[in-house]
């Protein structure tokens, strides 16, 4: 049994959905198996727009200001690490933990006073970056806040 009382009317791909047997029916206009109905669907629709709903494309929510700032912050503490990895093993482009492990046994034992100098530059510049997307009040002001560190 088909029902046409109440028809939806996907408007991105022109498709319908009816209710057919009780149920929700996805009837897609660009499918031989569904042409007829989908014909007798368009007919129907035309001839009786009050029964027609037309669907809304979806638009997901905005994400909240306190998932941005958390997400800010998870980027914020990935680039301190990228701009440390980076500076403990240039010229490599991408070391794995043995490689790194070494890279600071190395620092170490050659410069121990520059490895904590640049590991207290890095940690300057993470702190302002954090200070300042906790101090941001709107999403803009978040999005401004710039993750970039010296390397």
Sequence with gaps: MIDFSNIIHRMFDDSYVITKNGKPYHVYPYAAEF??????????????????????????????LDGLRAAKLAEIAAGHDAALTATLTMPSASPGS??????????????AEGLEYVRGLLAARRGELERAARAAQTREALEAVRVDYPV
Excluded at 56 to 61: E, L, N, T
Excluded at 100 to 111: K, S, Y
Aim: with cysteine.
């Design 98 to 111: 043995a490689e790194i492990a070494l890279a600071v046994q190395d620092f170490i034992a050659v410069d």
């Design 35 to 64: 042409a007829e109905l989908w014909d007798e669907v368009f007919v129907y629709a035309e001839a009786n727009p009050e029964c027609v709903t037309e669907e809304q494309p979806y638009v997901p929510p905005l994400p909240e």
